[in-house]
């Protein structure tokens, strides 16, 4: 029989990609604001993210929990958007912190979301787990409550681990697919300067890397992206190499502002520079699919 994984709010991108992999390997159970039901052969159970109910009695005698909750970034930030970043980030590692201690027989591993974009802006220096520079802008200061409201409750049986997750590129959502069309429509040249350094993991990588972590038990705060990073410029290029367009113009960062206005999200999600490094990872011998860009969109642009 199967050990039970379950995925709070796993109906999206990330949550899909997790599905995939570990359906084979776990019975995965998906927490989702949906309706209850059993979908493609998966359990889905019904919660707010915010409350207890009778969602909690799926984390009994579990072996991982994994938390993908949140608003996502890919908007204006509003005053309301903020509010509902953060908010969503808190109180379902709140709840999911408070349902295990109510558990007889606790989940054996809880992995929780954090970002990378933790890290400050930077071209020069490689942001480690150790040794990574935090900031104080919007987005670090949500990464830092989030993983400050994840750690602060102690969980004495169940080990706890917070994932600062860079770009995951993927076939069927994220950052890839605006990339992509915009590659293919001749606007796929560099982004602002191209000079901004881009973290990244291609979403095999990402999946394999979380089953690592439980396999390994590894806890803490842990990187997960890909080892090397690429200059903005250099990630267009591979992207054009693979997708073959008419032209490559590149986009100016003022152009970029604008555009960013029309399509209600923020620039700083192309401009700022991620300088994110595995270490962890890499020093547990985790061993990378696809190491570098060209490999990872060359399975990916198919």
Known sequence: MKEKLIIASGTGFLGNILLTYFKDLYDVVILTRGKTQLKNGIKHIHWNAKTLGLWQHELENAAVLINLTGKSVNCRYTQANKKEI?????????????????????????????????????????MTERNGDIGNDFSMTVAKKWEEKFFATKTPNTLKTAIRTSIVLGKKGGAFIPLKRLSKFGFGGKQGNGKQLMSWIHELDFARSIHFII??????????????????????????????????????????TIGAKIIRTEPELVLKSRNVYPETLLENNFQFLYPTIDSALATLVL
């Open 86 to 126: 953060l908010q969503s980030r808190l109180d379902s590692t709140y709840i999911l912190n408070k349902a295990i201690l109510e558990c007889k027989q606790p989940p054996k591993h809880f992995i929780n979301s954090s970002t990378a974009t933790i890290y400050i802006d930077s071209n020069t220096k490689k």
């Open 215 to 256: 396999q390994q038990k590894i806890t803490g705060v842990i990187n997960v992206t890909a080892p090397k990073t690429v200059p903005n410029q250099e990630f267009m290029k591979s992207l054009a190499r693979n997708i073959k367009p008419i032209v490559s113009l590149p986009t100016p960062e003022s152009l970029l």
